[in-house]
């Protein structure tokens, strides 16, 4: 598939404002739905290599599945790795008890269904959670899992039937999301059956793109810009207050799709997502979604740089600035040191990635096991 640079881009714009938004910084009271443009990114992309792949006859599982651990598990294994000995000397029991059940959960990439049973995403203890944000990360898992299987059931019936099924899907989904957010609000938020529909926007964008060029001229210019701010929209008019996903969640997902079909290389855009430092920015962007929230989370635990006044709990400005970036220098290394080397064939076999893969997810399961059984490690107090 051809590389897009305005798609790391976009990824920038997405991580950026989640990263802010869990630093607590009011203007981007709206940030978190920049999961919600990583949705519709990661639907199109999956689509538009299957596609490929399988009108050329040389689509595999196997295939699909093996880029999937190699894109995904090492740098949020390592990240775990890495949080365990901080949650070992700083969580209380009953913390490093939930801890404990949050790897257990990420390694079955089951962490939505987790905090959805536990943990309501705007609540003020969520603040506190070293692996809330992987819930995001479990919802993609899924669609990794069913959406291939769903290409390849129904490919003998024709593209056009594929988008009929996958339009429906869509749908439903937007219309369980609608109904869900007044019954099941929680759930509604975490669990990917009112997710679809963002994914499948990205598929539908894929299934266009796959036979048609970007529309050029000034309709690739106003729709761009609209979609463009349509996501600044909901980045800074959007807050916790507004049912979500809703049909609000329409603003970062159709602006994301308006842009993925229409940011050719003359509009305004595309230039701007083509900088240089935002396309820099969306390459590591996966690590740096994976490393802001724990450190985030044991900044506040530890007391670093609290603001005085009616909120004790929150950071500072400056520290969240300073906390953002080394966010960024840890995702460059590790996107650097963990992420590129595993991608390479040729220095990790498929057989190695899939039991390193399966290795490491049983030792993590075994250690969120004792964590929990022990009561959160309650020998470590007197």
Request: charged share 25%; glycine share 6%.
């Given at each position: 598939m051809k590389y897009r640079q305005e798609i790391d881009g976009l990824r920038a714009l997405a991580v950026i404002p989640v990263i802010l938004f869990h630093g607590g910084i009011e203007w981007f009271a709206g940030g978190y739905v920049g999961v919600d443009v990583f949705f519709v990114i990661s639907g199109y992309l999956i689509t538009s290599i299957i596609l490929k792949e399988q009108e050329a006859g040389k689509f595999s599982i196997v295939n699909f599945y093996e880029r999937r651990v190699r894109r995904i598990l090492p740098a949020l294994f390592f990240v775990m790795l890495v949080c365990l000995p901080f949650a070992w000397m700083w969580l209380l029991p009953h913390e490093l008890e939930d801890f404990g059940k949050s790897i257990i959960a990420v390694s079955l990439f089951s962490s939505n269904i987790l905090f959805w049973r536990e943990n309501d995403y705007f609540a003020v203890d969520a603040e506190f959670i070293p692996l809330l944000h992987t819930w995001s990360l479990a919802v993609e898992e899924q669609f990794y899992v069913f959406f291939p299987l769903i290409m390849i059931t129904f490919w003998a019936l024709g593209k056009r039937w594929l988008m009929a099924i996958i339009s429906m899907i869509g749908v439903l989904s937007l219309a369980l999301t609608e109904w869900g957010w007044r019954d099941f609000p929680v759930a509604n938020f975490y669990l990917i059956p009112s997710r679809a529909w963002e994914l499948m926007m990205g598929a539908l964008s894929a299934f266009y793109l796959f036979k048609n060029r970007q529309p050029e001229g000034v309709i690739a210019h106003v729709a761009s810009f609209s979609g463009l701010l349509l996501i600044l929209y909901a980045i800074f008019f959007l807050h916790s207050g507004i049912p979500f996903p809703s049909l609000y969640a329409l603003a970062p997902t159709l602006g994301t799709a308006l842009i993925i079909l229409f940011a050719t290389k003359d509009t305004l855009v595309y230039k701007l997502l083509s900088w240089r430092i935002m396309v820099g920015i969306g390459l590591i962007s996966y690590s740096a979604y994976l490393w802001h929230q724990p450190l985030f989370v044991f900044a506040r635990m530890r007391g670093?740089?609290?603001?005085?006044?009616?909120?004790?709990?929150?950071?500072?400005?400056?520290?969240?600035?300073?906390?953002?970036?080394?966010?960024?220098?840890?995702?460059?290394?590790?996107?650097?040191?963990?992420?590129?080397?595993?991608?390479?064939?040729?220095?990790?076999?498929?057989?190695?990635?899939?039991?390193?893969?399966i290795t490491a997810s049983i030792l993590f399961v075994a250690t969120?096991?004792?964590?929990?059984?022990s009561d959160g490690a309650m020998f470590r107090y007197a």
């Open positions: 670093l740089d609290f603001m005085s006044g009616d909120h004790a709990d929150e950071l500072s400005l400056g520290m969240v600035a300073v906390l953002s970036a080394i966010a960024l220098v840890f995702a460059y290394l590790s996107w650097r040191f963990v992420e590129r080397p595993f991608r390479d064939r040729r220095r990790f076999t498929r057989k190695q990635v899939f039991s390193a893969g969120g096991i004792v964590l929990v059984v």
